[in-house]
T-cell receptor, first 116, second 109 residues
Framework: DAGVTQSPTHLIKTRGQQVTLRCSPKSGHDTVSWYQQALGQGPQFIFQYYEEEERQRGNFPDRFSGHQFPNYSSELNVNALLLGDSALYLC???????????????FGEGSRLTVL | AQRVTQPEKLLSVFKGAPVELKCNYSYSGSPELFWYVQYSRQRLQLLLRHISRESIKGFTADLNKGETSFHLKKPFAQEEDSAMYYCALSGQGTDKLIFGTGTRLQVFP
């Protein structure tokens, strides 16, 4: 099991552009959460997807949107990029049914986005 | 407001010394508390959670509701404990985590 996989690992965009990040959850997991980690900060919750719907959302503007597919994989889309969107974007998967307890998230290695 | 505070950005100790990484929280309700760890060139992973009351790799953490703290302790630090440690909380029944800013632990030989 490769665990949670994310792509791309690094990317550079310019202000105003749009970006799509992708995540495949750990095998057997059906819930995907996205976090933004700015330099020197802890991860901040963006939103969570379950059964192809956004279940919870953090304090992020509508420029941040997502999607979950029937195979549980997920995408994070950010429109109209700002310099402040530069960060490491982490995907995490979980599933109480698969044996993970509440709060036990399995993280990917992240996608590092640089906005110039 | 829901918040997790880790006052120390860096904690440096020598091998064999006791370690305490501080974590304080603010939450209206009954939160669940966790410690996550990130070793060099590895991904973020769960170390322990308060509800399990377990010891992992010699680390323990006790939830003190009066002081709203969840400090991580180890009596004798090892070099392999060097890592970034994040305290996190979630509301009951949800796995939306609120993280602190993290403490880097350096254990010198």
């Amino acid at each position: 099991d490769a665990g949670v996989t994310q792509s791309p690992t690094h990317l550079i965009k310019t202000r105003g552009q749009q970006v799509t990040l992708r995540c495949s959850p750990k095998s057997g997991h059906d819930t995907v959460s996205w976090y933004q980690q700015a330099l020197g900060q802890g991860p901040q919750f963006i939103f969570q997807y379950y059964e192809e719907e956004e279940r919870q959302r953090g304090n992020f503007p509508d420029r941040f949107s997502g999607h979950q597919f029937p195979n549980y994989s997920s995408e994070l889309n950010v429109n109209a990029l700002l310099l402040g969107d530069s960060a490491l974007y982490l995907c995490a998967s979980s599933s109480p049914i698969a044996g993970a307890s509440i709060g036990e998230l399995f993280f990917g290695e992240g996608s590092r986005l640089t906005v110039l | 407001a829901q918040r997790v505070t880790q006052p120390e950005k860096l904690l440096s100790v020598f091998k064999g010394a006791p370690v305490e990484l501080k974590c304080n929280y603010s939450y209206s309700g009954s939160p669940e508390l966790f410690w996550y760890v990130q070793y060099s060139r590895q991904r973020l992973q769960l170390l322990l959670r308060h509800i399990s009351r377990e010891s992992i790799k010699g680390f323990t953490a006790d939830l003190n509701k009066g002081e709203t703290s969840f400090h991580l302790k180890k009596p004798f630090a090892q070099e392999e404990d060097s890592a970034m440690y994040y305290c996190a909380l979630s509301g009951q029944g949800t796995d939306k985590l609120i993280f602190g800013t993290g403490t880097r632990l350096q254990v010198f030989p």
